[in-house]
């Protein structure tokens, strides 16, 4: 991000208004760049940028493209470290140096905001107890109070999820695309938050988010729905297919904001936010728009709504920025998303299967983009090694 091109909140500007609504923009994306050159510091300043989330697939093109690591990369290299141990220790460094710049919106905002995520392995999406240990690690490595680990929500995140916030450790779930799983995460969340305040931790510590996929369901199902358009069918139906693109991904958004207003009208919610608990926000995550024909802020102005949270690329934050209209529009949407949901169901196309399919995709393109970056620092050691076997 060029720091002549950041976006600017101006008093009446679009990400003012969205910050009146209620909704937090956190930004999906992190490098040296970014953090040595003050333009994160200018992000929080001038756009209200809340906070900071990251993944393998964004810190693999970080370091891939990045000079700036190479210096760290071959101070690490004489001490014989491997690849793995090689990121994580960039990893840390960069999350640390964010956690320090969002310090101020993390006390100014009481704990709400100002957060920064680091993920576990991709390795060990299948596997509960290899992501706690990894996790509890990370959380002390990193000593910021205002990290959250991410968590992706498998079978083997969810007793995970519940097992770190238990322990006082955010918790930042991620690869939600069914709202079944959301749910399941939701009270993942509250059965550690429960847990937690029995053993006397305070629940106002501890945050969490749910980062609920979006544009990869438009992705997919639009897919669905334009082989069918193409087989031939009559004039009618065709018309009927066309409705449905670019509806599939906010429908389901905003079916699973639903879900989390009825879990906040409940009482076990409501004891716990008594006791000062901080409800676990729904952060609509992959919103920038894949499909050239919508608009580039089709999943921002879709998506407003109190209690929420948006993590966006740096190309949508400036769109946004730029020609985004910030108005509410979650909770009023719910009797159109069913409608959809209805329509897709009486064309046999059903959402279950299509986000069963992009968590495994998910999953593994996380873990494609983190052999990559192993592989880039990996041939950044060589050279490295050998240079110095050679001296």
Do not use: C
Not at 67 to 88: C, R, S, T, W
Not at 140 to 163: F, H
Request: no cysteine.
């Amino acid at each position: 991000m060029a720091s002549q091109n950041h976006p600017r909140a101006e008093a009446d500007s679009p990400l003012t208004r969205l910050s009146r609504l209620g909704q937090s923009i956190w930004l999906d994306y992190i490098d040296r760049r970014l953090l040595q050159g003050g333009e994160l510091d200018r992000l929080i300043a001038q756009a209200h940028l809340k906070g900071l989330t990251s993944n393998p697939a964004i810190f693999e093109k970080a370091v891939g493209t990045d000079p700036a690591y190479q210096k760290d990369i071959g101070a690490l290299a004489k001490n014989g470290a491997g690849p793995e141990a090689v990121f994580e220790q960039l990893a840390i460094a960069d999350i640390r140096a964010a956690a320090d710049a969002l310090d101020g919106v993390y006390r100014e905002t009481g704990r709400r905001d100002g957060y920064v995520s680091l993920e576990v392995s991709p390795r060990l999406a299948f596997d509960s107890a290899g992501t706690v240990a990894q996790a509890r690690r990370l959380w002390q490595a990193v000593g910021r109070d205002n990290l959250m680990v991410k968590v992706p929500a498998t079978e083997a995140g969810l007793p995970a999820i519940e097992a770190l916030i238990a322990e006082g450790i955010n918790i930042n779930a991620t690869l939600l695309f069914s709202r079944d799983m959301y749910r399941r995460v939701a009270h993942a969340w509250l059965s550690g938050l429960e847990r937690w305040a029995t053993h006397g931790g305070d629940p106002g510590r501890v945050a969490s988010v749910a980062s609920f996929f979006v544009s990869r369901i438009d992705s997919a199902v639009d897919a669905l729905l334009l082989s069918r358009i193409e087989s031939g069918q009559d004039p009618s139906a065709q018309a009927a297919l066309r409705s449905l693109l670019g509806k599939a991904a906010v429908a389901n958004a905003r079916l699973a904001y639903g879900h989390y207003q009825a879990l906040m009208s409940g009482e076990r919610w409501q004891r716990l936010a008594r006791s000062g608990a901080q409800s676990q926000r729904l952060l609509w995550a992959s919103t920038g728009t894949k499909n050239p024909a919508y608009s580039d802020v089709l999943y921002v102005e879709s998506l407003i709504g109190p209690d929420t949270v948006n993590t966006v690329p740096p190309a949508t934050l400036k769109a946004f920025a730029d020609h985004g209209v910030a108005e509410e529009r979650l909770r009023d949407g719910s009797e159109a998303a069913a409608r959809v949901m209805e329509a897709l169901s009486a064309l046999g196309i059903s959402l279950d299967e299509v986000t069963e399919q992009l968590l495994d995709e998910g999953v593994r393109l996380f873990s494609q983009a983190y052999d990559k970056l192993l592989a880039e620092i990996e041939a950044q050691l060589t050279p490295l090694r050998i240079s110095g076997q050679e001296r």
